[in-house]
C-alpha cells in the first residue's frame, strides 16, 4: 500500500478529534462515525428516521467519550411516546460504540411530520459508568428538540451548567441507506465569558452541514480547522468503531442467575435464542450448553 493509499484509507476512517483553543477558554470534539452509524443502521435493519436519531447518538456518545478515561463509559438515550419509542448509544473513549433503536408497535400507522414527532414527549438521559465510583452517574431532563442535538446542549446548560454548542449531521443515499455522519461539539471552559460564548455561537449558526465536509475528503480535525473561530491545539485522536462486547459465554454466565427450574423450563420448551439488542446478534444454545448450565446449577444446589 503506497502513501497515497495510506492518506486515503486515513481519510475514510470514522475518527473523534479532541482540541483544545489555544487561550484556553474552549475545548471541542470532531467526530465522522460514517461507516460505524451505517454498520448499526443495517445490522438493525432501520428505516430512515430510527437510523438518523441512532446515528446522532452515537455521535454524541462518541463525542462524550473523548472527555473520559480508559475503559470508563458513557450511554446517551432518548425515550419518548413517539413513533420511535427509544434510542440508546453507548461508547468508550478507546473508540468502541454501539446502539440499539426501540420502535412503538404502530410505529408504522404513526404520521411523522417533523423530526420532533419521531421521539415525542419524553426524556433525554446520559449515563456515565467512571472510575472510582460504585454508581453510575446519571442526568436527565425532558426532552427538548427530540433530534439529540439540541437536547444534549440543553443538557448540559441545565443540568451541568455548561455553555455548549451542538452540531450532528447525518445524510442518506437514494436508497435509504446513510452516507455522511457526524457531528461537531464545542464546550465554554472556566475562563470564558458571555461575549466570547456568543462568538462561538455566530461563527456555528453558520455551519449547514458537517457532511459536506466530509464529502469533500476532509477529516474532523480539517472540518474544524474551517469551523472553528480560534486556534487550537490537538489533545487527543481516536478511531471510531461499531464495536459489541457481547459474546455467548457472557449470555451463558448471565443465565446462570436465572435459577436451575427456568434453565430446565427454556430446554423443554426450546428457547434456545440469544440475542444482543445493542449489535443484534444471535446466539444459540445448544444441547450441551444446557446441560453444563443444569450440571453446574445443580451441583451448587447440593
Not at 481516536?238 to 436451575?260: A, M, V
Request: hydrophobic share 40%; glycine share 6%; with cysteine.
Amino acid at each position: 500500500m503506497n502513501k497515497a493509499q495510506l492518506e486515503k484509507l486515513y481519510r475514510e476512517r470514522d475518527r473523534a478529534v479532541r482540541v483544545l483553543s489555544n487561550d484556553g477558554k474552549f475545548r471541542a470534539v470532531g467526530i465522522k462515525n460514517s461507516i460505524s452509524a451505517l454498520t448499526a443502521q443495517k445490522r438493525h435493519n432501520l428505516p430512515y428516521i430510527a437510523a438518523f436519531l441512532l446515528a446522532r447518538s452515537m455521535s454524541a456518545a462518541s463525542s462524550l467519550a473523548m472527555f473520559m478515561k480508559g475503559d470508563e463509559r458513557i450511554i446517551v438515550e432518548a425515550e419518548g411516546n413517539g413513533p420511535v419509542s427509544h434510542v440508546v448509544a453507548e461508547a468508550i473513549q478507546v473508540g468502541e460504540v454501539r446502539g440499539f433503536v426501540y420502535l412503538a408497535k404502530d410505529a408504522g400507522e404513526r404520521k411523522i411530520e417533523g423530526i420532533s414527532d419521531a421521539l415525542g414527549l419524553g426524556l433525554f438521559k446520559v449515563t456515565r459508568y467512571v472510575y472510582n465510583s460504585n454508581e453510575p452517574v446519571q442526568g436527565v431532563i425532558p426532552l427538548q428538540g427530540g433530534d439529540i442535538a439540541s437536547d444534549l446542549s440543553y443538557y448540559y446548560h441545565q443540568s451541568e451548567q455548561i455553555p455548549t454548542a451542538v452540531i450532528l449531521d447525518v445524510t442518506f443515499d437514494e436508497n435509504g441507506w446513510i452516507m455522511q455522519s457526524g457531528g461537531l461539539l464545542v464546550q465554554a471552559m472556566p475562563g470564558a465569558n458571555e461575549e466570547d460564548n456568543q462568538k462561538i455561537y455566530d461563527a456555528l449558526i453558520n455551519v449547514s452541514s458537517i457532511a459536506e465536509y466530509f464529502d469533500k475528503g476532509l477529516t474532523p480535525l480539517d472540518m474544524m480547522k474551517e469551523v472553528l473561530p480560534f486556534e487550537f491545539e490537538l489533545v487527543k485522536s481516536s478511531q471510531i468503531d461499531f464495536f459489541c462486547r457481547c459474546s455467548k459465554e457472557n449470555f451463558l454466565s448471565k443465565l446462570k442467575t436465572l435459577g436451575l427450574e427456568e434453565i430446565q423450563d427454556m430446554q423443554k420448551v426450546g428457547d434456545n435464542e440469544l440475542n444482543c439488542h445493542y449489535c443484534n446478534e444471535t446466539y444459540t444454545i445448544e444441547e450441551d450448553d444446557f446441560s453444563n448450565l443444569i450440571a453446574e446449577l445443580q451441583a451448587k444446589q447440593n
